[in-house]
């Protein structure tokens, strides 16, 4: 068997670049993941004002599916003035009206992070985007890899 040395460096070499950037992926989605268990540990509950509704589509496939993300105003635990800010997670349909209330939770840290009340405890979903692009990166490194392998015992031995 003859080892064609470029075509082999270039196709290992690609190989360690898809598990590194899969390796980067999967970090990125932990850490996204720990900060919202995070933010549901320390989180404060409080009474909030809708005061507008921003729809935005997430379009897989053909059909797009809007998510609804509140906007809303109310005063922190020892605050005086009031702190507007848009929700983190959308809200479950049918989304709420301007001037209707609601239950968030806020970072007291940083009071612009809001989540809504009525999704607290679902933080299996944080990350989620990053783990699927890990998964991908990895499945890319091992069909790379698997190329390699044709090419080295099949093509090259031949």
């Known amino acids: 068997m003859k080892i064609h040395y470029v075509p082999t460096l270039l196709l290992v070499g690609t190989t360690l670049l898809f598990l590194l950037l899969a390796a980067g992926l999967l970090l990125k989605g932990r850490s996204v993941r720990h900060r919202a268990r995070t933010f549901r540990s320390r989180a404060v509950d409080a009474a909030a004002t809708v005061v507008a509704i921003e729809a935005k589509d997430l379009s ?7 998510r609804y993300f509140p906007r809303v105003s109310f ?39 809001v989540d809504v009340r009525a999704t607290e405890g679902t933080v299996e979903g944080a990350g989620r985007t990053w783990f699927i692009l890990a998964l991908l990166a990895a499945l890319t490194a091992a069909g790379v890899a698997a190329a390699w392998v044709v090419l080295a015992f099949v093509v090259w031995t031949s």
């Open 75 to 113: 005063v922190p635990d020892g605050a005086s003035e009031p702190v507007e800010a848009l929700t983190l997670t959308d809200v479950p349909a049918p989304p709420p009206r301007v001037g209707d209330q609601i239950e968030v939770a806020y970072d007291p840290e940083h009071p612009d992070r």
């Open 60 to 66: 897989l496939g053909s059909s797009p599916d809007t």
